[in-house]
């Protein structure tokens, strides 16, 4: 049985400054493709005070895992994230794949990181 499913949704994106420090601000989607089909994602952004941008591709290979930084834009399909604005994503692909989010936030004197599994 294959895991994961087509659609998913990460309300909560916000990319941070670099910051200081060894480790640099990021945030990151890491989608695992658990088919024995290539699957091809799209996503779609959306924010608070504009219309959405829909020209963003992603293909992750049959059975392997794959990281996205929102901070690359060879990533983004050449989209530049910018930085410090809440938005949010949708993932839309054409096989189930599982996804996870995860933000590295370095602002501040205590190291801020998390993850979690969209929705």
């Known amino acids: 049985m ?3 499913k087509k659609n998913w949704i ?6 941070p400054p670099e910051g200081e420090g060894i480790m640099k601000g990021h945030e ?3 989608i695992v493709n658990d088919s024995k089909e290539k699957a091809t994602v799209k996503v779609k952004l959306f924010f608070v005070d504009r219309e959405p941008y829909e ?8 059975n392997r895992v794959k ?5 690359n834009p060879d990533d983004m399909s050449g989209y530049v ?3 410090e604005i809440q938005y949010a994503m949708k993932l839309e692909s054409d096989t189930r794949i599982v996804v996870q989010y995860g933000r590295l936030d370095n602002r501040q004197t205590n190291l801020a990181y ?4 969209g929705y």
Request: charged fraction near 20%; glycine fraction near 6%.
């Open 10 to 15: 990460i309300p909560d994106c916000e990319l």
């Open 28 to 30: 990151s989607v890491i």
């Open 55 to 62: 020209g963003i591709t992603w293909t992750v290979e049959p």
């Open 67 to 71: 990281c996205f930084r929102m901070n």
């Open 114 to 117: 998390y993850t979690t599994l």
């Open 2 to 4: 294959v895991c994961g």
């Open 81 to 83: 994230v910018e930085k």
